[in-house]
């Protein structure tokens, strides 16, 4: 099991005090905003195993993120394999989740950026694909800010909601190893 360390980041294997932080996490309806509804906590369990178990497996997983200062636990950072049919799927997905108060700072990309190595120098995926709501202008901005491009005629409703959904629009940024725009020593700063 792979640990992935930034100057300010450690991202690891899930704990089970990590279950607490992580349920008021998707419950928080301001970090839930761009999903249909906040997770109950029968689904971030279920979730949190899944993760768990990918990155036990040396697959493609969702890492804890914890802030190294202090060893906080603040979210998740990692990649997953989505679970619906679309014109990009199969794939492997690069994505973030943290806490409202780890916000505003770039962990989020700096955790994505040491993801990003890690598929490619350590898992040789040849690309990674993020996805979000067409209305997550913060998610696009850490998707651009690790190299990533988006293409407008890739965008898609997202299969899994209802038509006439705000959330329902999707945009679709790509990278791959090929990409001129992937430079694997990027630093880590915004």
């Known amino acids: 099991m792979h640990e ?7 991202l690891r294997q899930w704990r089970e005090d990590d279950l607490e932080p992580y349920l008021a996490i998707n419950a928080d309806p301001q970090v839930m905003e761009f999903f249909p509804r906040p997770f109950t906590p029968e ?6 195993e899944r993760f768990s178990t990918a ?6 997983g969702i890492f804890a993120a914890e802030r190294r200062s202090d060893a906080t636990f603040i979210g998740f ?3 997953a394999v989505p679970q619906f049919e679309a014109a990009f799927t ?10 409202t108060h780890a916000w505003g700072k770039g962990l989020a990309t700096e955790g994505a950026r040491a993801v990003r ?4 120098g350590v898992l040789g995926l040849e690309e990674i694909v993020s996805f979000t709501s067409r209305l997550n202008v913060r998610s696009q901005a850490v998707m651009r800010k690790i190299g990533m491009s988006h ?3 890739e965008d898609f409703d997202h299969p899994r909601l209802q038509a006439g959904d705000p959330l329902r629009p999707h945009v679709l940024y790509r990278l ?3 990409d001129e725009h992937h430079r694997p020593n990027q630093p880590e700063q915004d």
């Open 117 to 120: 190595e890690h598929a490619f």
């Open 176 to 178: 791959s190893t090929g």
């Open 4 to 10: 992935l360390r930034t100057s300010r980041l450690l």
């Open 77 to 79: 950072i990692g990649l």
């Open 43 to 48: 689904e971030t369990r279920a979730q949190v």
């Open 90 to 99: 199969p794939c492997v997905e690069i994505g973030w989740r943290l806490a």
């Open 151 to 153: 293409d407008p005629a």
């Open 55 to 60: 990155l036990a497996a040396d697959q493609p």
